[in-house]
């Protein structure tokens, strides 16, 4: 997010409040399960034994079977009946891990199999007439699993035992204060335990000291964390956890976008990376420990940190996987985040379908490439707006002018989505973040076109090129020619598109303001300088931006439920639009939202303090419904039948304003505006990168009224010798994303775009969620 929205004091937002809305407690629910059994287990107790009526199946609970990583893989051997689990062998290849499995309290016979070796292994489990077989394939824990070719140049922590930055685990106590003015959570010393240890009673209705164990580790070259309640003393394994949990996972993301080349720390609060916490409020995963959830974050799943929806979504998975062979099987997950950490969520969802049940967004974005096409533009009108002297002979921008054409009440949101936002994440010679420059001469120093070619290149999009594919060495640049390779492919074009085309219809600006500036605003190279040509962007590219995800068209979002909250913006580059194109794309998709609910209030862009906590509680609600929904119906349609009667779409204004939720003004209060490439004609959805186009015809009814004389449309002809933008079309590669792919090619070479991973086994990762949920992993 940008420095200045981070600088954003707490004052600030509180002097733009006017009300907030007291936190609800969540309705009390009987679809509990007793502490440690697994909803939906496909089998029947008989002496003491969950046996099943069909053959023996091995089934792999913590992943699935062929993305299993760092060597452990917690597993169930499904017992058929007349079997007696003594009887039963297992073997992970040659090897007897008979003695890692037994039957667990809840009658399940169940293991956690160590040591696999990198690669392909086959489980066996065999009886007395009866034969199980299941092939395991295990990655490195420094990764990746299906993310491809890892960047190069990354520097590890101090302490790092391998290449890939791996380090043991390390474990602290923390616990949470009875003095509401000493808010979060504390240091806890086992020698010396602190006087103020809060109480809790979990939505189970044990009651326990507020003391969390915190778990610290690597995964994927980076950090990830754990934390529970935790009874100091008392035993706790992934089939006998401690009475306190829930088997809910609360998974936290942070905002911004940006490309980093060593390990950070993964973010927890509810706008971290956006803007700093605010104190008088209790973030939502302190709310979740308190009620039994685990809580997990992982930091290459924090856009600000590592901006690669794919990524994002792998480490989720992995460290999930650590969940559950550590802690116990989980009944759903719920992800939770501020601008970029919507965006996480979103793309993971949408690609990756199954690794969440439940999503939480606020200052909300569907994905980073239409935001980034969006913010390119600013970038160019700027260098046009703010420059008087390119301006042509009789031309003067007035500050109304420019705000239409660029579809917002003000200059100040193109000027601090270009500053804070696409400077950074565009640009290949950004310091990214500060973890390139190192000691002079490393290799690691950062990209120079004509100094270092062959140096670290901080821009996004080459965070992406596993995905995007590298530019056609017909196009290379004299710096990819030095460096000897395609740098990433860019994934928009601004080729066609009219700027300013509304604005002139309605009269706003003059034919000569319109071809000025369409004459001069220009394009950008691969290394995002200005050009006087328009940007043409690379076809396989954003055909692959679509393909993959990167750009979220919410084609697989109906498995999921989502509570957005938001606010107005006050000119910080989130105005509430960006959640309404979401509710667009959702709607084309799936022909409904109802499995989306939108909350708007008047803090700037969150809506309310409270509602990241009140999100929590009703979506939490809401899952419990469709878990015990035991009707045989797709998953995407018990979503929206179990919805709680309390949730739905709200709007909450101070007194006097409340009126204005009703009323058409209510977009312009929401600052539910537009966008330069919507004021050119463009869809609401703002998802065409790159546009489909059609010669300009004058007697074209889309022409007509523009008031152009013969010598303005010769002019406009020579603009657009290729054609001018035909919305009517979908854009140019539009298409929908391709669910679990991998970008891991033979030899460790990548494959550029993916390709889809086999469908995954009955049963598999059926430790991620409770049965009624599991249908998404089909996809």
């Known amino acids: 997010m940008s420095p200045s ?3 954003l004091s707490v004052l600030t937002v509180l002097a733009l409040t006017a009300t907030t809305v007291a936190l609800l407690p969540s309705s009390a629910t009987a679809a509990d399960p007793p502490p440690g059994t697994v909803t939906g287990t496909p089998a029947k107790r008989v002496g003491g034994v969950a046996r099943t009526h069909g053959r023996m199946r091995i089934v792999v609970l913590s992943n699935r079977a062929d993305l299993i990583s760092g060597g452990d893989a917690l597993v169930e051997v499904e017992v058929p009946r007349g ?5 039963i062998r297992v073997r992970a290849g040659k090897r007897d891990v008979t003695k890692r499995f037994a039957v667990r309290r809840d009658g399940r016979y169940v293991g956690l199999v160590r040591g696999l070796r990198l690669g392909r292994t086959v489980l066996t489990a065999r009886a007395p007439g009866h034969r199980a077989r299941r092939v395991v394939v295990n990655h490195r824990i420094g990764g990746p699993v299906f993310s491809g070719p890892q960047t190069r140049h990354y520097r590890c922590q101090e302490g790092a035992r391998t290449k890939r930055c791996h380090q043991p685990p390390t474990y602290e106590l923390l616990y949470k204060s009875s003095n509401p003015l000493r808010p979060g959570l504390r240091p806890y010393n086992r020698k010396n335990p602190p006087r103020d240890v809060a109480t809790t009673t979990t939505d189970q209705g044990v009651r326990v000291p507020f003391i969390v164990r915190q778990e610290k580790g690597f995964q994927n070259r980076d950090r990830y964390t754990i934390l529970t309640l935790w009874q100091p003393g008392r035993k706790w394994k992934p089939w006998a956890p401690q009475k306190q949990w829930n088997r809910k996972l609360l998974v936290t993301h942070g905002g911004g976008c940006g490309a980093s080349y060593g390990p950070a720390d993964p973010p927890l609060g509810d706008y971290a990376g956006t803007f700093e916490d605010i104190p008088i409020t209790e973030d939502s995963y302190v709310t979740a420990l308190g009620r039994g959830f685990a809580v997990m974050s992982a930091a290459l799943a924090n856009t600000g940190h590592n901006c690669n929806a794919v990524l994002n979504a792998e480490a989720v998975m992995m460290a999930k996987e650590r969940v559950v062979e550590r802690y116990g099987e989980l009944r759903y997950t719920i992800g939770t985040g501020c601008s970029g950490g919507a965006i996480a969520q979103q793309t993971t969802a949408n690609a990756y379908p199954g690794i969440y049940q439940g999503l939480i967004t606020t200052c909300s974005y569907p994905d980073v490439l239409t935001a980034g096409a969006q913010f390119a533009d600013y970038h160019l009108m700027r260098k046009y707006f703010e420059n008087p002297t390119r301006w042509g002979a009789g031309v003067v921008w ?6 239409a054409v660029e579809g917002h009440l003000t200059h100040l949101n193109a000027i601090v989505a270009d500053e804070g936002l696409f400077k950074s994440a565009l640009n290949p010679q950004d310091d990214c973040r500060g973890t390139v420059d190192t000691v002079a001469g490393d290799p690691a120093t950062r990209y120079h076109p004509t100094r270092n070619p062959r140096g670290v290149r901080c821009s996004v999009l080459d965070l992406m090129i596993n995905q995007l594919g590298p530019r056609p060495k017909a196009t290379w640049t004299p710096a990819e020619k030095r460096a000897g390779r395609g740098f990433a492919g860019i994934p928009f074009s601004n080729t066609g598109v009219m700027y300013g085309l509304n ?16 004459a001069k605003i220009g394009g950008l190279d691969v290394d995002s300088q200005r050009t006087d040509r328009r940007t043409r962007g690379n076809r396989a590219a954003i055909r692959r931006a679509y393909r993959t995800g990167l750009i979220n068209t919410m084609t697989n979002m109906s498995e999921v439920a989502i509570i957005n909250h ?10 509430y639009a960006h959640a ?3 509710h667009e794309r959702l709607k084309r998709a799936q022909g409904h939202t109802r499995n989306r609910v939108m909350w708007f209030g008047a803090v700037p862009l969150v809506g309310d303090l409270n509602w990241a906590r009140e999100a929590l509680l009703k979506m939490d609600e809401w899952l419990e419904e469709v878990e015990s929904d035991t009707k045989t119906i797709p998953l995407a349609r018990k979503i929206v039948a179990n919805k709680p009667f309390g949730v739905h779409d709200r709007c909450i204004l101070p007194t006097g304003a409340a009126a204005l939720c009703t009323l058409k003004l209510l977009d312009l209060v929401q600052t539910n505006l537009s966008t330069p490439r919507q004021e050119a004609g463009g869809p609401v959805t703002n998802d065409r990168v790159a546009c489909q186009r059609r010669p300009v015809r004058r007697g074209d009814a889309s022409f007509l009224g523009l008031g152009l004389t013969d010598g303005q449309w010769k002019r406009l002809t020579a603009l657009f010798p290729g054609g001018v933008c035909d919305w009517s079309k979908p854009g140019v590669g539009q298409g929908a994303a391709k669910t679990w792919l991998t970008y891991a090619g033979k030899r460790g070479r990548p494959t550029y775009g993916g390709r889809k991973l086999p469908r995954p086994g009955a049963g598999a990762a059926r430790g991620w969620m409770s049965v009624n949920f599991a249908e998404a992993l089909r996809r």
Do not use: C, K
């Open 5 to 7: 929205l981070r600088r």
């Open 83 to 87: 079997v007696r689990p003594r009887r």
């Open 398 to 403: 007035l500050p109304h002018q420019v705000a």
């Open 503 to 518: 604005a002139l219809r309605a009269g706003l600006i003059t034919p000569a303001h319109f071809l000025d500036l369409n």
């Open 566 to 575: 938001g606010g107005p913006d006050p000119g910080l580059a989130h105005d």
């Open 580 to 582: 309404f194109w979401a």
